[in-house]
């Protein structure tokens, strides 16, 4: 006779609250850095108030330094997470591929060509950090610890946004901009967006090697 199978335990439930390291929050930190730039410029936008892009500048060097702490914090506590990896890349996205993008856009980068660059800034930010994620091991020395990054860490993005502070600083916003627009064809193009074109196109950099310290 067919014996009655065992009855199948539930999976038990992942307590991401449980699961959190000191780490853990300090990432998150950095994403709610990067989402609040990300709503701040829309605020700019809505209202037209200097202070709340102000605010959206200084949200993102806060944000750096939060990426800076996790991992030393982590490394302090001798605490590894789970989520660690993951939180870092997608905190990172928001905060040193999104965030500087929307910036651009809030400055007055607004032309088609514009657009097409911001988002193949941001595609290169997302493509950098799922390589980094695939190929640290294959990278890391004996201890465990990468050697070098393969093109520039996504964070050196935010090289663009203290340029873009300071020509806001100097009042100057969309075609007022450096080299000004250009009208190519039926679409406009504002030279200075090629900054973002340069730094995405070397953090996909496959031959760039930059020792990690």
């Not at 307590?15 to 959190?20: C, E, K, L, V, W």
């Not at 465990?144 to 663009?160: D, R």
Request: glycine content about 10%; some cysteine; proline content about 7%.
């Amino acid at each position: 006779m067919p014996t009655e199978s065992p009855q199948k335990r539930e999976p038990r439930h992942f307590s991401m609250i449980r699961t959190f390291t000191p780490a853990d929050f300090v990432t998150l930190g950095n994403a709610f850095s990067g989402a609040g730039s990300i709503l701040a410029q829309m605020q700019y936008l809505a209202t037209g108030l200097p202070h709340w892009m102000w605010l959206a500048f200084g949200l993102l060097p806060l944000a750096f330094i939060l990426d800076a702490l996790d991992g030393r914090i982590a490394r302090w506590r001798f605490q590894s997470s789970p989520l660690g990896a993951d939180l870092d890349s997608l905190s990172d996205v928001i905060s040193f591929g999104m965030a500087p993008a929307a910036l651009a856009f809030a400055m007055g980068l607004r032309g088609t060509l514009d657009v097409v660059v911001l988002l193949y800034f941001v595609g290169c930010g997302i493509s950098r950090l799922a390589r980094f994620n695939v190929t640290a091991a294959t990278l890391s020395d004996g201890t465990g610890k990468v050697k070098y990054f393969e093109g520039t860490p996504i964070p050196t993005s935010l090289a663009l946004v203290m340029v873009l502070a300071f020509f806001y600083w100097k009042g100057h916003t969309g075609d007022s901009l450096p080299f000004g627009v250009w009208d190519v064809g039926p679409f406009q193009f504002h030279p200075i967006v090629l900054l973002y074109f340069v730094s995405g196109s070397a953090m996909i950099s496959k031959t760039l090697r930059i020792p990690k310290f």
